[in-house]
Nanobody
Framework: QVQLVESGGGLVQPGGSLRLSCAAS????????MGWYRQAPGKQRELVAT???????????NYRDSVKGRFTISRDNAKNTTYLQMNSLKPEDTAVYYC????????????????WGQGTQVTVSS
């Protein structure tokens, strides 16, 4: 059983910062890409950022255009955790943020599946 548990959401004023965390636990063999999606009321879920598993050349990150320069995604492989540092937050960043990861479990090391966190609310408002 693999689980993703998020933390760090909340209410912040425009221009403020928040840091989201997402820890994977359970019968994990390998974690591939990790990332964050968000969904605002009445809108479709959209990809915010991803970070690769890394290798000899290090991890690769990708961001949607609207958060480039403001958000930073990172991961700690020793802790099976990914982070999303969000700076200069805007009201349009208000959404439920979902962590996701592509993970293979111990019982099926070559069969990777998508896993999702329960979501954490981020509200940017004065």
């Amino acid at each position: 059983q693999v689980q993703l548990v998020e933390s760090g959401g909340g209410l912040v004023q425009p221009g403020g910062s928040l840091r989201l965390s997402c820890a994977a636990s359970g019968n994990i063999f390998k974690i591939y890409v990790m990332g964050w999606y968000r969904q605002a009321p009445g809108k479709q879920r959209e990809l915010v950022a991803t970070v690769s598993s890394g290798g000899t050349s290090g991890t690769t990150t990708n961001y949607r255009d609207s958060v480039k320069g403001r958000f930073t995604i990172s991961r700690d492989n020793a802790k099976n955790t990914t982070y999303l540092q969000m700076n200069s937050l805007k009201p349009e960043d208000t959404a439920v943020y979902y962590c996701y990861a592509v993970i293979s479990a111990m019982g099926a090391p070559f069969n990777a599946n998508n896993y999702w966190g329960q979501g954490t609310q981020v509200t940017v408002s004065s």
